[in-house]
C-alpha cells in the first residue's frame, strides 16, 4: 500500500511558478512509476507527466507543458516534485499524484495510487 500526499498548490497570476510535492508514505518512491495529472471542471482528467521507476526510461510529458514543467523525484524524502513555470490561465485545475502504472501512463485507470489532489488557480 501507499499513501500519497500533494501539496504546493494556490493561486498565482499568468506566467509565474508553482512547485507541488507528493510525499509518498508505505512504499518507497524509487519502487514505483510516479505521475501527475489534472482535471479542470467538467473535464476528465488528463495526464500531465510520468517518471519511470528507474533511470533508464525517460520522463515523459503532456505536449501542453512540455518545456514548461519539470517533473523530479527525491527518493532520500520519498518525495517527487512538479515544478511549473510560466503558467497560463488553462492550467488551472485541481493536480493528482499518482502511483504505481501497470499499462498506459497516459490512462488514469492504468494507476494503482492517487492522493488527494491540490488546487492550482492560475489568474489572467
Known amino acids: 500500500q501507499v499513501q500519497l500526499e500533494e501539496s504546493g498548490g494556490g493561486l498565482v497570476q499568468a506566467g509565474g511558478s508553482l512547485r507541488l510535492s507528493c510525499a509518498a508514505s508505505g512504499r518507497t518512491t524509487s519502487t514505483y512509476s510516479m505521475g501527475w495529472f489534472r482535471q479542470a471542471p467538467g473535464k476528465e482528467r488528463e495526464f500531465v507527466a510520468a517518471?519511470?521507476?528507474?533511470?533508464?526510461?525517460?520522463?515523459t510529458y503532456a505536449a501542453s507543458v512540455q518545456g514548461r514543467f519539470i517533473f523530479s523525484r527525491d527518493n532520500a524524502k520519498n518525495t517527487v516534485y512538479l515544478q511549473m513555470n510560466s503558467l497560463k490561465p488553462e492550467d488551472t485545475a485541481v493536480y493528482y499524484c499518482?502511483?504505481?502504472?501497470?499499462?498506459?501512463?497516459?490512462?488514469?485507470?492504468?494507476?494503482?495510487?492517487w492522493g488527494q489532489g491540490t488546487q492550482v488557480t492560475v489568474s489572467s
Open positions: 517518471i519511470p521507476s528507474w533511470s533508464g526510461l525517460a520522463t
Open positions: 499518482a502511483a504505481d502504472s501497470a499499462g498506459s501512463w497516459y490512462e488514469p485507470r492504468s494507476w494503482r495510487y
